[in-house]
C-alpha cells in the first residue's frame, strides 16, 4: 500500500504466495518466495503512482517465522513459519531458564525455532520475516524491530536481550540490533533502486509483525479498544496501560508506544477454511450463511494438533466432526467456532488483567464475511466496529511516514 502525507490510501497491490508446506508439525517455506512476491508487488503497485515520490518503505511479516542466514544474508535452509510445531523439546529448554513474562515461551516462538535449527559455523544471522526483506532492500543485516524479537527473547521493558539467553548457549552474534518499529535503518541500495524503478534515496524504515501493523492500520488508539486479525491465524489484542505475560496461556505484550498490546494468537484462522474449500467456493457460499441460526456444531478449528491461545497446549486435537453433507452448515460451523476462540481469548485476557475490550475492530480477509461478524457481533457483546483500514501493509505504510518525518525532511 502507498499512502500520501496524509496518510490517504493512494495505491495497492497484491501478490499471493504459495502455501509453506507442511508435513506433520513441520511448516516451512523457501525465503525467495518472499522476495518473488517483493518485486512483483513493486512492479504492480508502483505504475499507480510516480514512483519517484516514494519515500520511505516499511515491511511487516509473520511473528514467530525464523531462519538462518550467512553474512551476506544468503538463506542456510528453509524458514521455519510461526506455526512449524516440532521444536517441543527446546521450549521446555527454554521453559527451564526464561522468566515468565517472557514471550519466548513455547515452540512457536522464534527462539525455540533458532534453538531447534543448531546453527552452524556458517550462520552469522537468526532473522524474521519482515528482517530478511529488509536486508535484501538495504544490504544491512542483523536489524530487526522489538515487536519481532519478543518471541526470539527480547526483554521490551528493559531493552535488551536478557542474560538467562546465555543458559541456553545462544550465540549473540546471531542476535540482531533491535529498533523501535518506525525507526529508519537505511536507504535502499542503488543498485536495487535502479532495479525496481525506486529512487536511490528511499529510506527502508524498521517495520513489525503482521497482526502489530493491522493493529495500528485500524485506528484503534485507547485503552480498551481491541482489534482482532482475521487472517491464516486468529490474532486477538487489546490496549492496556501495563504489560502482561503469560506463557501458560499463550498469552504476551508488546510495546505500542507508551502503553501496550497484550493478546495472543491462536492457530485457528483462514488456514483451516482453505484447506476444506477454495476462495471461490467460501465467496459463493458466504451469501447462504445464516448467523441467527447456529448450527449447534461445537468445532474447535486447527489444521493440525496443537493450539497456542486461548489455549496453549501442543497436543490439543481439532474438533472438525461430526461433518454435517451440507457444505454450508458446514463452512458456518467453522465460523461459529472461531467466533467462540475470539470470545474465550478476550475473556481470558480480561481474568490476566487487561481490560475487557469496550469495542473490537477487525484487520483481515475475514473481516469482509459479513455473516461472520455478526456471529461474532453476539457473542462479544461489544461493538464491532469499522477499521480505518483493514490491511496490515497499511500499518506499515504509516510506520514508513513515521520514520521518514523523524529525519526532518519535508514529505512531498
Not at 508488546?254 to 467460501?282: C, D, I, K, M, T
Not at 458466504?286 to 493440525?304: F, I, K, M, S, V
Request: charged share 20%; with cysteine; aromatic share 6%.
Amino acid at each position: 500500500m502507498a499512502i500520501d502525507a496524509d496518510g490517504r490510501l493512494q495505491a495497492q497491490a497484491a501478490i499471493a504466495l504459495p502455501a509453506p508446506l507442511r508435513q506433520g508439525a513441520r511448516a516451512e517455506q523457501a525465503p525467495e518466495l518472499w522476495w518473488r512476491g517483493v518485486a512483483d508487488c513493486l512492479a504492480a503497485l508502483l505504475p499507480q503512482i510516480s514512483a519517484k515520490a516514494v519515500r520511505a518503505i516499511a515491511v511487516d511479516g509473520t511473528s514467530g517465522t525464523l531462519l538462518l542466514v550467512d553474512t551476506d544474508g544468503e538463506p542456510l535452509g528453509p524458514a521455519l513459519m510461526y506455526n512449524d510445531g516440532r521444536s517441543q523439546a527446546e521450549a521446555q529448554r527454554i521453559a527451564a531458564v526464561a522468566p515468565r513474562e517472557s514471550a519466548a515461551h513455547g515452540a512457536s516462538a522464534a527462539l525455540a525455532k533458532l534453538l531447534h535449527l543448531k546453527p552452524g559455523a556458517a550462520a552469522r544471522y537468526a532473522v524474521h520475516q519482515a528482517d530478511w526483506v529488509v536486508g535484501r532492500l538495504t544490504g544491512h543485516w542483523g536489524v530487526s524491530d522489538e515487536n519481532n524479537c519478543l518471541k526470539l527473547g527480547f526483554d521490551a521493558i528493559r531493552k535488551q536481550w536478557p542474560d538467562w539467553l546465555d543458559a541456553l548457549g545462544i550465540d549473540r552474534r546471531l542476535l540482531p540490533k533491535v529498533l523501535f518499529p518506525g525507526t529508519p535503518v537505511a536507504s535502499i541500495k542503488p543498485t536495487l533502486a535502479a532495479e525496481l524503478g525506486l529512487p536511490p534515496e528511499t529510506l527502508i524504515v524498521a517495520g513489525t509483525t503482521d497482526s502489530t501493523a493491522a493493529f495500528i492500520a485500524t485506528g484503534a488508539s485507547r485503552i480498551g479498544e481491541a482489534v482482532t486479525s482475521l487472517g491464516s491465524s486468529l490474532v486477538m489484542k487489546v490496549i492496556a496501560d501495563r504489560p502482561i505475560f503469560s506463557p501458560d496461556h499463550g498469552v504476551y505484550s508488546q510495546p505500542l508506544g507508551e502503553r501496550w498490546l497484550v493478546g495472543g494468537g491462536s492457530n485457528s484462522g483462514g488456514a483451516v477454511l482453505l484447506h476444506f474449500f477454495n476462495r471461490q467456493q467460501l465467496d459463493a457460499m458466504t451469501p447462504a450463511l445464516n448467523p441467527e441460526r447456529p448450527t449447534g456444531l461445537d468445532y474447535y478449528p486447527l489444521l493440525t494438533p496443537g493450539e497456542r491461545f486461548p489455549i496453549a497446549d501442543a497436543r490439543l486435537q481439532a474438533r472438525l466432526t461430526p461433518r454435517p453433507e451440507d457444505d454450508v452448515t458446514f463452512f458456518q460451523a467453522m465460523l461459529e467456532g472461531m467466533a467462540r476462540i475470539e470470545q474465550q481469548g478476550y475473556q481470558l485476557l480480561a481474568e490476566l488483567g487487561a481490560p475487557y475490550p469496550v469495542s473490537v475492530r477487525s484487520a483481515g480477509g475475514g473481516s469482509r464475511n459479513p455473516a461472520w461478524t455478526t456471529i461474532r457481533q453476539h457473542l462479544l457483546g461489544v461493538p464491532l466496529l469499522e477499521a480505518e483500514q483493514q490491511e496490515a501493509a497499511y500499518g506499515s505504510a504509516l510506520l514508513a511516514r513515521q520514520g521518514f518525518l523523524s529525519q526532518g525532511i519535508d514529505v512531498l
